[in-house]
């Protein structure tokens, strides 16, 4: 959670107003949420990838999150360009959008991987923590090479 814009959630029933704000956006077809789990445990979960404030012109905007018990194994890279490809062939998405903090240099890496383009800093975008900070945007068109 250390470059997540929410604190670590401290209840279950934070955990269900969670539940229930993606599976709102999910029946107002603003978003997607698919939890990332091991091909030798199917039924747990490990990480989550969202697909935030679809737009009627084609972007989306994606986040991520793994556990850092599974950290630094490629598992964020497979799962985020899996998500990404089918993003691109069959959800229709012309651009795919990213930020992340700028001392997170594992995400950064990580969608440069794929094949974002690094496409500027925000000053001060977000406030997270108790202070605002500044967030590196990325992007990715369909018609970008893409490593995945």
Same mark, same amino acid.
């Given at each position: 959670?250390?470059? %997540?814009?929410?604190?670590?959630?401290?209840?279950?029933?934070?955990?269900?107003?969670?539940?229930?704000?993606?599976?709102?956006?999910?029946?107002? =077809?603003?978003?997607?949420? %698919?939890?990332?789990?091991?091909?030798?445990?199917?039924?747990?979960?490990?990480?989550?990838?969202?697909?935030?404030?679809?737009?009627?012109?084609?972007?989306?905007?994606?986040?991520?999150?793994?556990?850092?018990?599974? %950290?630094?194994?490629?598992?964020?890279?497979?799962?985020?360009?899996?998500?990404?490809?089918?993003?691109?062939?069959?959800?229709?998405?012309?651009?795919?959008?990213?930020?992340?903090?700028?001392?997170?240099?594992?995400?950064?890496?990580?969608?440069?991987?794929? =094949?974002?383009?690094?496409? =500027?800093?925000?000053?001060?975008?977000?406030?997270?923590? =108790?202070?605002?900070?500044?967030?590196?945007?990325?992007?990715?068109?369909?018609?970008?090479?893409?490593?995945?």
């Amino acid at each position: 959670m250390k470059y %997540w814009d929410d604190p670590p959630m401290e209840s279950i029933d934070e955990v269900k107003n969670l539940v229930e704000f993606l599976d709102k956006r999910i029946e107002d =077809g603003r978003g997607i949420c %698919w939890g990332i789990t091991l091909k030798t445990a199917p039924k747990k979960v490990i990480g989550m990838f969202t697909y935030n404030d679809f737009r009627k012109e084609g972007n989306a905007f994606i986040g991520y999150i793994l556990s850092r018990k599974h %950290w630094g194994q490629g598992l964020s890279t497979e799962a985020v360009g899996v998500a990404v490809e089918y993003g691109f062939s069959q959800m229709g998405v012309h651009r795919i959008e990213a930020h992340v903090e700028p001392k997170n240099i594992a995400s950064e890496k990580l969608l440069l991987k794929i =094949g974002f383009q690094k496409e =500027g800093i925000l000053r001060e975008r977000t406030f997270n923590k =108790g202070k605002y900070q500044d967030m590196v945007y990325f992007g990715l068109l369909k018609t970008d090479k893409r490593y995945t």
